[in-house]
């Protein structure tokens, strides 16, 4: 190697010159070139390390947006690549085709003209919560029925018993007798985020478990587009994204919670202990239910005089109400007491009382039957919040049975003493999340903490 000082050739290893003391640096190392040049290694690589760069400003000012979209792109891959998009669209397609299903038999069977596209504008209508004044309008119009107003039992004196309750129901409250609808669809996402939740999230964080569930939408969205654009639905764009996407992604993420927060629970023992807590608090209403309330004595005398001077005595027997009747008025109590909406006086604030206690009872038999397992205040309290898995599928039922109940069970009140006010599609999110989780979840968890004081009482160690 020679000395680029003096020019003197010196030892390659050597890392001063010996004749004239100019230092030599190891970077700077020099070889033969093929032409004898010396050549500078680190300027070699200097040269390859910009290479890139070049290709970069070869690229144009687009290439870094390029990169970051290829990025974006792959992120949104593998993130979809986690979530079971297959059986979340089996789930999401049954949601949909389940109640379209109905209202297209139904409309085939009623209606001449288009029954499909009126089965599919229908479908946006109960999947979005809409207003079932629409459906009953457009099943009249199909049977040649100008309005609600114009139908009249008595034209029809040999059926004139059963469709007397049936149109009235209809006149006054249409969501109702649909209900079953209403959360046929929901139900269905709810139980599909369950599933997807339970197989494919496993030992997942809380977000691992919602989006999971949102997989339902995979089904939903491709099946509502579809309907929508063979059959021609107007405003599809802002439905689509309700139906679609917003209620599904909803509602699955919320049976994917639920998983996750009883992801060690026994099914069976919580939706027992929520049953019983409906049960208990449906049988105490009816006991203490009494259709005329004291603020109403001065109305039923009004009436009753009413009554005597026209000759009648139909009051004196719609007051003496019958088994079914009471049980009939009883569920609709039941439903708005859990609501916090207990009416009639004095009357409905003993009854809200009572239901509050059957419901702390059964969460501390909830926690009691794993009482084992308890070591904290607070893991007493969650077995106690438990039962919100049978207490919300119990008011559930509820809700779906009084309408229905409702129309076979002939209700003799007098709107000026006491209505039994049906649910509609707008109550739905006040009686299932209200009525259904929040009050059984707060008056379980009280009832799952008085179980970990009683054992703290019989001498077990409870911190």
């Known amino acids: 190697m020679e000395c680029q000082a003096c020019g003197r050739d010196v ?46 400003q070869m690229g ?20 979809l690549s986690d979530l079971p998009l297959t059986a979340g669209a089996v789930f999401g ?16 069977i009623f209606l001449d003209f288009e029954p499909l596209a009126a089965a599919a504008t229908l479908f946006f209508v109960v999947a979005s919560f809409g207003s079932a004044e629409t459906i009953v309008s457009t099943f009249l119009r199909g049977a040649s029925f100008d309005s609600l107003s114009d139908v009249n039992p008595s034209d029809y004196p040999s059926v004139e018993q059963k469709l007397a309750n049936t149109i009235d129901l209809l006149q006054t409250n249409p969501d109702a007798a649909l209900l079953l609808l209403y959360f046929l669809g929901p139900f269905v996402l709810y139980i599909g985020g369950r599933y997807l939740s339970r197989n494919y999230a496993v030992e997942g964080e ?30 599809l764009v802002g439905r689509l994204l309700v139906v ?41 209403t009816f006991l203490l239910f009494d259709p005329v309330p004291d603020r109403a004595e001065a109305q039923l005398q ?15 027997q719609e007051l003496s109400l019958t088994v079914p009747q009471k049980l009939v008025a009883s569920i609709a109590g039941f439903l708005s007491t859990i609501q916090f909406q207990p009416g009639f006086g004095s009357q409905g604030t003993v009854i809200l009382i009572a239901v509050a206690l059957v419901t702390v009872l059964a969460g501390f038999l909830r926690a ?39 129309i076979v069970v002939t209700m003799p009140f007098s709107p000026r003493l006491f209505a039994a006010v049906l649910p509609t599609a707008n109550d739905l999110a006040s009686i299932v999340l209200l009525g259904g989780v929040m009050f059984p979840a707060a008056l379980g968890a009280a009832g799952g903490y008085l179980t970990a004081i009683y054992l703290e009482r019989q001498g077990r160690p409870i911190r």
């Not at 909803?250 to 409906?278: C, N, P």
Request: glycine content about 14%.
């Open 368 to 406: 009691y039957l794993d009482r084992d397992s308890i070591t904290t205040k607070l893991e007493a309290a969650k077995f106690g919040a438990r039962i919100v898995l049978g207490y919300a599928t119990g008011v559930i039922f509820l809700t779906i049975l009084l309408p229905l109940s409702t």
């Open 60 to 79: 144009g000012p687009g290439g870094n947006a390029v990169g970051q979209q290829q990025g974006l792109a792959e992120q949104l891959q593998a993130a």
């Open 302 to 316: 009004e009436i009753q005089q009413q009554a005597a001077a026209a000759g009648a005595d139909s009051v004196a």
């Open 93 to 108: 397609t049954a949601s949909v085709l389940l109640p379209f299903g109905l209202l297209a038999g139904a409309a085939l």
């Open 206 to 235: 809380m977000v691992d478990h919602a989006t999971t569930g949102t997989a339902v939408v995979a089904g939903t969205f491709p099946v509502a587009l579809l309907l929508g654009l063979v059959f021609g639905v107007e405003e």
């Open 244 to 284: 679609g996407l917003v209620v599904p992604a909803a509602v699955g993420a919320l049976g994917g919670l639920s998983v996750y927060a009883f992801d060690d629970d026994t099914g069976f023992t919580s939706r027992i202990s929520g049953w019983i807590g409906v049960a208990g608090g449906l049988l105490v």
């Open 11 to 56: 030892a390659a290893d050597a890392s001063s010159c010996p004749s004239c003391g100019a230092a030599i640096e190891a970077g700077q190392t020099v070889a033969a070139g093929d032409g004898g040049d010396p050549v500078d290694s680190n300027r070699q690589q200097s040269a390859q390390g910009q290479q890139p760069a070049q290709g970069q």
